[in-house]
């Protein structure tokens, strides 16, 4: 059978193939035999590596936002050689009497208190080597810098960590514990349940409501439904805001309606160990702030230390946590 033959039968061949006759196989063997046997191991393909592509983008692995200072601001209080701060706040006092010429009753005059924070120093340390770098140049890696990208970052949790809950054992509290703070109330009741994720849109508008309520309670006519105010609330709930009520109208529209002045922030740290938290803050009365958030020192970067065939460092941040002025001002809800 000749070539042009085979295509009927479906198999085609590369043009200008031939079939291979006998003196042609003989000259084929010929030419092999020649080189004689083979010395190297049979390959059948190239070192993968070869066909490997390396982007030479760096992904972060992200960390959950440090968003305390969303609610308070943050202030600097003495320097990182501070170990206390001291506060002071005056009450007026006094009372009246009925007038009379020769009467001296009834008296006035005030009353000084001077609470105090203590200073809680952290630190971190951060090592490279000769040869760490080297080996990690050869990735595209600038392994001195992402250590130091690394510490940074570690102070910073560090810090917004003590903003929400303060040091144990020291007159350091968080915006979240702070004894001086009014305990929380509970959520309304819900036909579903108390929780957002189990009421409707007016149901939780209702919980707002009582949050309002409870902070005009608390400020004592200092406080109305004008006042500017910043509402914390947990990550995991903020979801909740779009739900819809019976007549379409969005949550998060019909509160910007009602109250001008609210700013919601969410926290992730506000979903606590004893349920959702949500705070209420009002910013200022009469030009004082509510509380501040009191560092010391930030960051300090204390040298770089040259070793053998290494180098070190070590950072350090100072922070007195969450300075309440006016706790009366925050009114709190546990259990959304």
């Given at each position: 059978?000749?070539?042009?033959?085979?295509?009927?039968?479906?198999?085609?061949?590369?043009?200008?193939?031939?079939?291979?006759?006998?003196?042609?196989?003989?000259k084929?063997?010929?030419?092999?035999?020649?080189?004689?046997?083979?010395?190297?191991?049979?390959?059948?393909?190239?070192?993968?590596?070869?066909?490997?592509?390396?982007?030479?983008?760096?992904?972060?692995?992200?960390?959950?936002?440090?968003?305390?200072e969303?609610?308070?601001?943050?202030?600097?209080?003495?320097?990182?050689?501070?170990?206390?701060?001291?506060?002071?706040t005056?009450?007026s006092?006094?009372?009246?009497?009925?007038?009379?010429?020769?009467?001296?009753?009834?008296?006035?005059?005030?009353?000084?208190?001077?609470?105090?924070?203590?200073?809680?120093?952290?630190?971190?340390?951060?090592q490279?080597?000769?040869?760490?770098?080297?080996?990690?140049?050869?990735?595209?890696?600038?392994?001195?810098?992402?250590?130091?990208?690394?510490?940074?970052?570690?102070?910073?949790?560090?810090?917004?960590?003590?903003?929400?809950?303060?040091?144990?054992?020291?007159?350091?509290?968080?915006?979240?514990n702070?004894?001086?703070?009014?305990?929380?109330?509970?959520?309304?009741?819900?036909?579903?349940?108390?929780?957002?994720?189990?009421?409707?849109?007016?149901?939780?508008?209702?919980?707002?409501?009582?949050?309002?309520?409870?902070?005009?309670?608390?400020?004592?006519?200092?406080?109305?439904?004008?006042a500017?105010?910043?509402?914390?609330?947990?990550?995991?709930?903020?979801?909740?805001?779009?739900?819809?009520?019976?007549?379409?109208?969005?949550l998060?529209?019909?509160?910007?309606?009602?109250?001008?002045?609210?700013?919601?922030?969410?926290?992730?740290?506000?979903?606590?160990?004893?349920?959702?938290?949500?705070?209420?803050?009002?910013?200022?009365?009469?030009?004082?702030?509510?509380?501040?958030?009191?560092?010391?020192?930030r960051?300090?970067?204390?040298?770089?230390?040259?070793h053998?065939?290494?180098?070190?460092?070590?950072?350090?941040?100072?922070?007195?946590?969450?300075?309440?002025?006016?706790?009366?001002f925050?009114?709190?809800?546990?259990?959304?």
């Amino acid at each position: 059978m000749k070539l042009d033959q085979l295509s009927q039968y479906g198999i085609h061949l590369a043009y200008g193939a031939e079939l291979l006759d006998e003196p042609a196989k003989t000259k084929l063997v010929a030419a092999m035999d020649a080189a004689g046997p083979m010395v190297t191991a049979p390959n059948n393909g190239i070192p993968a590596m070869l066909t490997n592509y390396f982007d030479p983008r760096v992904i972060e692995i992200l960390v959950s936002p440090m968003k305390s200072e969303m609610l308070y601001s943050a202030v600097q209080k003495g320097d990182w050689a501070t170990d206390t701060a001291t506060f002071m706040t005056v009450e007026s006092t006094g009372e009246t009497a009925t007038y009379g010429d020769y009467s001296e009753n009834g008296m006035s005059g005030h009353n000084a208190n001077f609470p105090q924070r203590q200073n809680y120093g952290f630190q971190t340390n951060t090592q490279w080597g000769d040869k760490q770098m080297a080996k990690a140049a050869k990735a595209r890696l600038d392994y001195a810098s992402r250590q130091q990208i690394a510490s940074a970052l570690i102070l910073r949790k560090k810090e917004n960590a003590i903003n929400l809950f303060g040091v144990a054992g020291l007159q350091n509290y968080g915006l979240t514990n702070d004894p001086s703070l009014i305990a929380p109330i509970a959520p309304t009741v819900g036909a579903g349940g108390n929780t957002w994720a189990l009421k409707t849109a007016d149901e939780i508008y209702a919980d707002f409501v009582a949050l309002w309520d409870q902070a005009i309670l608390q400020g004592n006519g200092l406080v109305d439904t004008d006042a500017k105010v910043t509402v914390g609330i947990p990550t995991v709930v903020s979801g909740n805001l779009t739900k819809q009520n019976s007549f379409g109208q969005v949550l998060k529209d019909r509160l910007k309606l009602a109250y001008e002045n609210m700013t919601i922030v969410t926290i992730p740290e506000f979903a606590t160990g004893g349920g959702n938290l949500m705070q209420m803050i009002v910013e200022e009365v009469e030009g004082q702030p509510t509380g501040e958030l009191g560092y010391a020192e930030r960051m300090r970067a204390h040298g770089v230390v040259r070793h053998s065939s290494y180098y070190s460092e070590k950072k350090s941040g100072h922070n007195f946590g969450a300075i309440i002025y006016r706790p009366i001002f925050v009114s709190q809800m546990l259990g959304i």
